[in-house]
């Protein structure tokens, strides 16, 4: 139990174009998602919280308007990388807390390799 | 504000050797521990956590980790590791109150070389 996936596994696109990445919860409902970036040989970076039915709250240094996020149902969050550029291709992981085993247990996706031409 | 330093970026060790990965936390307020352990181009997979109780925390793959309250650390044990053991390791700490969601702090992450 308890498996989230994320969808693409992988994208290249060229600069200036957007891309969405989806985060679902496949067997439990998931009120609150968080969107993390790693970038090589480095740790994960929590980018923002993502509670459904509300805006996101993003973490300092994080541009709101370059990386929207949308979380529409209890089960499934986007992130979308607006006019991407190099300096964005990175490793995106999300994840999903679900209240079971301790209100902090979260599960990760197994992740998203954004490549900007 | 809440913090991680995870003291090894890189153990290399001998298979069926015992292995310590060290994990040190700064904050103010109770808090959450947890081991993850990722292999690459993959996400992150809960080891073990302690959120109270006993100090000595059991987790998968004959890990164990060990709170100690006095010394904020959160070392992780494995008795005897294999090649498959070869991955990077993060420490996360979290920390109660509704507000904060769940949010998750990690440190810099270890990378544990298993070899032959």
């Known amino acids: 139990g308890a498996v989230v996936s994320q969808h693409p596994s992988w994208v290249i696109c060229k600069s200036g174009t957007s891309v969405k990445i989806e985060c679902r919860s496949l067997?439990?409902?998931?009120?609150?998602m968080f969107w993390y970036r790693q970038f090589p040989k480095q740790s994960l970076m929590l980018m923002a919280t993502?509670?459904?039915?509300?805006?996101?709250?993003?973490e300092q240094g994080v541009e709101k308007d370059k990386f929207l996020i949308n979380h529409a149902s209890l089960t499934l969050s986007t992130l979308t990388v607006t006019s991407a550029h190099p300096e964005d291709s990175s490793f995106y992981i999300c994840?999903?807390?679900?209240?079971?085993?301790?209100?902090?247990?979260?599960?990760f996706g197994p992740g998203t390799r954004l490549t900007v031409l | 504000a809440q913090s991680v330093t995870q003291l090894d970026s890189q153990v290399p060790v001998f298979e069926e050797a015992p292995v310590e990965l060290r994990c040190n936390y700064s904050?103010?307020?109770?808090?959450?521990l947890f081991w993850y352990v990722q292999y690459p181009n993959q996400g992150l997979q809960l080891l073990l956590k302690?959120?109270?109780?006993?100090?000595l925390v059991k987790g998968i793959n004959g890990f164990e980790a060990e709170f100690n309250k006095s010394q904020t650390s959160f070392h992780l044990r494995k008795p005897s590791v294999h090649i498959s053991d070869t991955a990077e390791y993060f420490c996360?700490?979290?920390?109660?109150?509704?507000?904060?969601?769940?949010?998750?702090?990690f440190g810099q992450g270890t990378e544990l070389s298993v070899k032959p």
């Open positions: 994840s999903a807390n679900t209240g079971r085993g301790g209100w902090n247990t979260q599960y």
């Open positions: 993502s509670n459904e039915g509300s805006k996101a709250t993003y």
């Open positions: 067997d439990f409902q998931a009120t609150t």
């Open positions: 904050s103010s307020v109770s808090v959450y």
């Open positions: 996360a700490v979290s920390w109660p109150g509704r507000n904060q969601g769940g949010k998750l702090i």
């Open positions: 302690y959120l109270s109780g006993s100090t």
